[in-house]
């Protein structure tokens, strides 16, 4: 079983930055596949960026390119996001998955999630 713990939110004004991190409970972290999810208010979950366990292959979705940064530290077991030039549309929980052996998915078919965390873009 693999525990992955997000942490980084908060409230921020609109073109502040975050950044987010997942600590994943695993010792082959490096063989995981890590994506990154939001659920804004209402809405349904979607995929923000991805990073393979590869560590070459990231792949981000449209609205966050160029503002966005997925990466990972193997020898810390963890994936961050870094966030900037926030916007209050990039409000909603943001969630943190792994995927055995994945180079990127966008779709939600992960193996493990975490329990989020809230990021709030106030205008």
């Known amino acids: 079983q693999v525990q992955l713990v997000e942490s980084g939110g908060g409230l921020v004004q609109s073109g502040g930055s975050l950044r987010l991190s997942c600590v994943a409970s695993v010792r082959t972290f490096a063989a995981y596949g890590i994506g990154w999810f939001r659920q804004p208010p209402g809405k349904e979950r979607e995929f923000v960026a991805g990073?393979?366990?590869?560590?070459?292959?990231?792949s981000y979705t449209d609205s966050v390119k160029g503002r966005f940064t997925i990466s990972r530290d193997n020898a810390k077991n963890t994936a961050y996001l870094l966030m900037n030039s926030l916007k209050p549309e990039d409000t909603a929980v943001y969630y943190c998955?792994?995927?055995?052996?994945?180079?990127?998915?966008?779709?939600?078919?992960?193996?493990?999630w975490g329990q989020g965390t809230q990021v709030t873009v106030s205008s």
């Open positions: 998955a792994a995927g055995l052996g994945i180079r990127v998915r966008t779709s939600p078919n992960y193996d493990y």
């Open positions: 990073i393979g366990w590869t560590n070459s292959t990231t």
